[in-house]
C-alpha cells in the first residue's frame, strides 16, 4: 500500500496561521502519532489531508501522486479515510447499512445496474450486505446489526465507525482522537484493533491526548505546537525532550 | 364495477399524484430541500398539451418529449443549484417554479397565456397511469436497495461523512435532479391527456404545497411512503364532505400536526417504532440469556 507524504505543509485563515511548514510521512503497515495541546494545529491537519480545507502552500502526496488539491471525495477514492473526534455515523440507518455505506469506494455496479435492479447491482448488493454482517460479527456488533446507528452506546458507536474505517479499507487511515472518552480496557481493545489493521500493510495516522497510548502502539511521533512540529522520533525519546514537556505542561 | 365506475376518476388522480410525490420524494431523500416538482409538472404539461394539439404528435412520443424535457430542465437547474443548501434551494426552486408560470403567462402565442390550453384529447388511460406507476415504482425502488440509494441516505444526514466515505455529491445531486425532472415531466404529460384543458395556475403555489404534504406525511425513506402518503390526501375529500369545503384548511391543520409528532412521515415512523421494538425484544432476549447463564 503507498504512503502518505506531507511536504511542507501550511494553512492560514486570512491573518491566522494554523498550520507552518509541517512536514512528516505515514508509512505503510504501521502507526505514526501525532500529538500536541489544544489548539496545535492537528485537526487542521486531517482536514487538509482529506482535502476539506485547501492547501495555502506545500504538497500531499499519496504514493507519488499530488493530492493536495484533490476534493474530500477524490481523496476518499484514492485511498484515504478518517475517524472524527465526536463520532460521525448516519444516525437514522441502521448499524450494518452503517457499515456497507463504508463499501461505497469499491462499488462498481453502474449507476443504470442500480436504477433498474440488473444483476451486477443485485450481486454487489448481496456480497456488501455479507461482508458486513462478518465484520459485525468480527467487532461482536452482530446483535446490533438492525438497531438505528444514532441510539447506540457512545463504545459502540465507536466500533460502528471503526467497521465502517475497516470497511473502506483505504492504505491511510487517519484516526481523530479515537479514545476519547474511553477507559483504558475499551481503549486496549481498540489498540489492538489498530494493530491488526498496522499489521495488515495499512498506514495509520494516530491523533491523541492520550500519551500512554501513544507510546504504547506508535513507532514514530510528531509533535505540534502553535501550527509547527516542534519535535519528532521514536516516542520513548520525544515524551523526554523538554521542548515538548515545556509545550504540554508550560514553564516552571 | 358501479364502484369503482364513481371512483374511477379520484383512482385516476390518486396515480397521477404517486408519479408527483416520487419526483418530490427522489430529491428529498438525497437531502436536496428541492420544491421544483411544480415546474417540471408544468413544462411536461404544456410540452404534451402543445404536440398533441398543435403538431398532432402521438401521445406516447409526446410523453416521451416531456420526459425528455423534464429530464434536461432537471440537468440544467442542478447546475446552479450546486452550491445552494437547506432553505436557499427551496427558495431557488421556488423561484424556478414561478419563472415557468410567468412564461407560460407570457408567451400567449404558445401557451394560450392565462387561459391556457383547452379541448386536449383525453388520451391518457388508467391502464397507461397504472404501468408508468408501476415503472416508476420499481425503479424508486431499485434505487432505494442499492448503492445510489445509500449515498443518497449518506448525503442527506451528513454531507461531510458522505464526501469521507467517497460519495460524490455533486454527481448524485444532478442524479436526483435529473431523475425528479423526468418523472415530474412525464406525469405533467399525462396530466395535460387527463383534464382536457390547463392552465398556468395549475401548477403554482398549491401544487407544490399538496406534493410536498404527500412526502411530509408518508415519509421520504421508501417507496410505501408517497403511495401511502397520496391516497390519504387523495381520499380525504371523499371520507368527510366537511374536509371537501376546507380542504386547504384541513390539509394545512394535518400538516402541522404531522411535522410536530411524525416528523418522518406515517409510513418510516411506523417502521422505525417497529425496528426499536424488535431491537428492545433482542436486548432483553440478550439479558435473559446471560442471566440465564450467570444462574447457571
Redesign the interface.
Known amino acids: 500500500m503507498p504512503s502518505l507524504v506531507l511536504e511542507r505543509v501550511s494553512k492560514r485563515f486570512g491573518g491566522i496561521t494554523a498550520v507552518s511548514d509541517v512536514s512528516f510521512e505515514v508509512p505503510e503497515a504501521g502507526i505514526t502519532g501525532l500529538i500536541g495541546p489544544n489548539g496545535a494545529g492537528k485537526t487542521t491537519v486531517v482536514n487538509l489531508i482529506?482535502g476539506?480545507y485547501k492547501l495555502t502552500s506545500g504538497e500531499i502526496r499519496l504514493g507519488g501522486r499530488n493530492v493536495g488539491s484533490a476534493?474530500?471525495?477524490e481523496v476518499?477514492?484514492l485511498g484515504i479515510?478518517?475517524t472524527?473526534q465526536n463520532i460521525?455515523?448516519?444516525?437514522?440507518?441502521?448499524v450494518l447499512?452503517n457499515v456497507?455505506?463504508?463499501f461505497?469506494?469499491h462499488?462498481k455496479?453502474s449507476?443504470a445496474?442500480?436504477?433498474?435492479?440488473f444483476n451486477a447491482?443485485l450481486s454487489?448488493?448481496r456480497e456488501f450486505r455479507e461482508r458486513a454482517r462478518a465484520l459485525l460479527d468480527r467487532f461482536h456488533m452482530a446483535?446490533?446489526a438492525?438497531?438505528?446507528a444514532g441510539?447506540l452506546a457512545y463504545g459502540h458507536q465507536r466500533r460502528v465507525e471503526m467497521m465502517?474505517a475497516v470497511a473502506?479499507n483505504p492504505a491511510i487511515l487517519l484516526l481523530d482522537e479515537p479514545v476519547a472518552g474511553m477507559n483504558d480496557v475499551e481503549a486496549g481493545e481498540l489498540g489492538d484493533v489498530f494493530q491488526e489493521l498496522a499489521s495488515s500493510g495499512m498506514g495509520l495516522l494516530l491523533i491523541e491526548h492520550n500519551i500512554r497510548f501513544v507510546t504504547k502502539l506508535c513507532q514514530n511521533v510528531h509533535v505540534l505546537d502553535t501550527g509547527r512540529t516542534i519535535a519528532a522520533g521514536p516516542p520513548s525519546v520525544v515524551m523526554h525532550d523538554p521542548v515538548v514537556v515545556t509545550a504540554y505542561l508550560g514553564t516552571a | 364495477m358501479g364502484i369503482f365506475e364513481v371512483y374511477h376518476p379520484l383512482f385516476n388522480f390518486f396515480l397521477l399524484n404517486v408519479g408527483y410525490a416520487f419526483s418530490q420524494q427522489i430529491v428529498l431523500r438525497a437531502g436536496v430541500f428541492s420544491v421544483a416538482t411544480g415546474g417540471f409538472a408544468a413544462l411536461g404539461a404544456y410540452c404534451t398539451a402543445i404536440l398533441v394539439v398543435d403538431y398532432q404528435v402521438g401521445e406516447f412520443l409526446a410523453l416521451a418529449a416531456s420526459l425528455a424535457l423534464g429530464m434536461l430542465t432537471g440537468l440544467i437547474l442542478s447546475w446552479p443549484l450546486a452550491r445552494l443548501r437547506g432553505v436557499y434551494q427551496a427558495i431557488a426552486t421556488l423561484a424556478f417554479v414561478q419563472i415557468v408560470t410567468a412564461l407560460l403567462l407570457y408567451a400567449e402565442d404558445i401557451t394560450g397565456g392565462a387561459i391556457g390550453i383547452n379541448h386536449i384529447p383525453r388520451l391518457a388511460t388508467t391502464w397507461q397511469l397504472l404501468i408508468a406507476v408501476a415503472i416508476v415504482t420499481?425503479?424508486i425502488?431499485?434505487?432505494g436497495?442499492?448503492?445510489?440509494?445509500?449515498?443518497f441516505?449518506?448525503i442527506r444526514?451528513?454531507e461531510?461523512?458522505?464526501?469521507?466515505?467517497?460519495?460524490?455529491?455533486r454527481r448524485y445531486h444532478i442524479?436526483a435532479f435529473v431523475?425528479s425532472g423526468a418523472i415530474g415531466g412525464l406525469f405533467g404529460g399525462f396530466h395535460a391527456l387527463l383534464v382536457y384543458s390547463i392552465e398556468p395556475a395549475l401548477f403554482g403555489f398549491e401544487f407544490l404545497a399538496m406534493v410536498l404534504t404527500f412526502i411530509v406525511l408518508g415519509g421520504k425513506?421508501s417507496v410505501w411512503g408517497p403511495i401511502i402518503g397520496t391516497a390519504i390526501i387523495v381520499s380525504l375529500p371523499e371520507i368527510a364532505r366537511p374536509l371537501a369545503e376546507n380542504r386547504q384548511m384541513a390539509q394545512g391543520i394535518l400538516m402541522m400536526v404531522m411535522i410536530a409528532y411524525l416528523p418522518n412521515g406515517v409510513y418510516d415512523s411506523l417502521v422505525?417504532l417497529i425496528?426499536?421494538r424488535?431491537?428492545a425484544k433482542?436486548d432483553r432476549a440478550?439479558q435473559e440469556k446471560s442471566h440465564a447463564v450467570a444462574g447457571a
Open positions: 482529506t476539506m476534493q474530500p471525495h476518499a477514492r479515510s478518517r472524527f460521525r455515523l448516519l444516525p437514522e440507518a441502521s447499512d456497507i455505506i463504508g461505497h469506494r462499488e455496479a449507476i445496474a442500480g436504477m433498474f435492479g447491482s454487489e448488493i446483535r446490533f438492525e438497531h438505528p441510539y465502517r473502506m | 420499481y425503479i425502488f431499485s434505487i436497495r442499492s448503492g445510489i440509494g445509500r449515498a441516505d449518506a444526514q451528513d461531510t461523512v458522505a464526501g469521507m466515505l467517497g460519495v460524490s455529491i442524479l431523475i425513506g422505525s425496528r426499536q424488535r431491537a433482542w440478550n
